[in-house]
């Protein structure tokens, strides 16, 4: 018919199905490099956020020691000013915190378990037999 326009899948213009496939491969095939290139750049990005994340973290430990050593040498100071021995005063405060250290690991005791996904291990575990029957 005139002015009837070929297809793709037309065999007397050369462009077979052959072609269409090995196109829509190179297609596929470039979507996918893309991807994965985008993936690389993310993680790429996440790693040096982590970095920082863990840098800052580690200053931030350092400025919050240091700040809690000085609220003890004040709070011995206190002490002292108030009467109470050197000594003791600074024995006071290593007992001090040695009981918030103490309090802080039964915290962490007590979180631990939560680490381990109790609740979809046992999801994931088998029924039993007997279960199964009812």
Not at 15 to 22: H, P, R, S, T
Not at 71 to 89: F, K, P, Q, T, Y
Request: aromatic share 6%; proline share 4%; with cysteine.
């Amino acid at each position: 018919m005139p002015g009837q326009t070929a297809s793709h899948t037309d065999p007397v213009h050369g462009i077979g199905v052959l072609e269409d496939a090995q196109t829509l491969w190179h297609e596929l095939h470039g979507l996918a490099h893309d991807r994965f290139r985008l993936a690389a750049l993310e993680t790429q990005r996440a790693g040096e956020s982590l970095v920082a994340m863990v840098v800052a973290g580690v200053m931030v430990g350092v400025l919050l020691s240091s700040a809690w050593l000085g609220l003890m040498a004040a709070a011995v100071l206190w002490l002292v000013e108030n009467g109470i021995m050197a000594s003791s005063a600074i024995l006071l405060a290593a007992a001090f915190n040695v009981l918030f250290a103490l309090i802080l690991c039964g915290i962490i005791r007590s979180k631990s378990r939560y680490l381990q996904f109790p609740a979809t291990l046992s999801s994931l575990k088998p029924m039993p037999k007997d279960a199964e029957k009812q």
